[in-house]
């Protein structure tokens, strides 16, 4: 895939404070990129300044293969979405997704008004003002007029935290599809690693300015390399290890056959390291169980060692809930454990 935009050691400070540090990415055609990380980490101020809203970053921005460091946003031609909708509220549903497109003849805005109201499943909302609508068709109607320009790119920020989880996540499922079918590439700002996997097919982390890791969710979850990602992706703890003599890790939880070179180091066991097959390979770990919430359909359980504070988390059926403070042996998949650096 050819490239669209290029981000070249993009560095922004707040007086003396530094927001972003040589930071650099590429994003091709069509690609959907979610950025995540904590509060404050500068996805935000990455996202404005690929935007043009904000100035006096150093580094350099190609977009198309033109220079655009130095343009103005309204000359960008680049898509924006926000958490707040910003809907004009004097103006229709209709009038609403015009807003960008009031240069084309009247026949062609008509026909990609048409087309997006279909596309966002509103065709019957086209005369109606923003008041009456709940939040989440007042969202539709804000990506609508983002796209309604056929923008390359699309840059959204949150765009979807202040809605209801249910009105959210029926949302994500539909929004992949619904930029696929129109090509455009997309950088999705959120803090939620789980609404960054359901979007996007990247994943790039960032940290205190600094972009940490660049990777497809599966890759992401399977291999975090960081305890810093892993809290990021849900995972709260990590377990401590020493090696053994013949090479293999020992735990408060028991010996793991997974070899390392490592003399001391963390081992991530996610959650769902107890989902597996008849033919992985598995390993028996024993530990007290500290306490315990549903996940609908599942269980979590907060294991903890029967001597020492090392924890972690196992997801399990609800119908084998055991009692806290209760002794459990459970076994987990090999291949889903994973040693990270402690940072």
């Given at each position: ?90 103006l229709?549903?209709?009038?609403n ?32 003002y ?26 959204l920020?949150?765009p ?59 890759t ?16 709260r ?7 053994n ?21 963390r ?77």
């Amino acid at each position: 895939m050819s490239q669209l935009l290029v981000l070249t050691q993009i560095s922004h400070r707040y007086g003396q404070t530094a927001a972003l540090t040589e930071c650099t990415l590429a994003l091709a055609n069509a690609e959907r990129v979610a950025l995540i990380g904590p509060s404050g980490c500068g996805k935000s101020t990455l996202l404005r300044i690929i935007a043009g809203l904000e100035t006096g970053h150093q580094g350099r921005i190609t977009y198309h293969g033109s220079d655009i460091t130095q343009l103005p946003a309204h000359r960008r031609h680049i898509g924006l979405m926000f958490q707040e909708h910003a809907l004009f509220p004097h103006l229709t549903v209709t009038q609403n997704i015009a807003y960008g497109i009031h240069h084309l003849p009247t026949a062609q805005q008509h026909a990609r008004i048409n087309e997006l109201l279909t596309l966002i499943g509103l065709p019957h909302l086209a005369a109606r003002y923003p008041a009456t609508l709940s939040g989440g068709e007042r969202q539709r109607v804000a990506l609508a007029r983002s796209l309604a320009p056929s923008p390359r790119l699309l840059l959204l920020d949150e765009p979807f935290a202040s809605l209801d989880r249910s009105v959210r996540d029926h949302l994500l499922a539909e929004v992949p599809a619904l930029l696929a079918r129109e090509q455009v590439a997309t950088i999705y700002v959120t803090h939620d690693a789980n609404e960054a996997c359901q979007i996007a097919n990247r994943v790039i982390v960032m940290r205190a300015g600094q972009i940490v890791r660049d990777a497809d969710p599966a890759t992401l979850y399977q291999q975090p390399q960081s305890e810093f990602v892993a809290q990021l992706l849900g995972i709260r703890y990590s377990v401590p290890y020493t090696r053994n003599n013949d090479g293999s890790m020992h735990t408060a939880f028991g010996d793991i056959p997974m070899p390392t070179t490592n003399p001391a180091g963390r081992l991530i066991i996610p959650p769902d390291a107890g989902l597996h097959s008849d033919n992985t390979h598995t390993v028996a770990l024993t530990g007290m169980v500290v306490s315990h919430y549903y996940r609908a359909p599942w269980v979590r359980v907060t294991v903890g060692a029967v001597a020492g504070g090392a924890q972690f988390e196992y997801d399990m059926p609800q119908a084998h809930v055991p009692d806290i403070g209760s002794q459990m042996t459970i076994t987990v998949r090999l291949d889903r454990l994973s040693i990270v650096a402690h940072i």
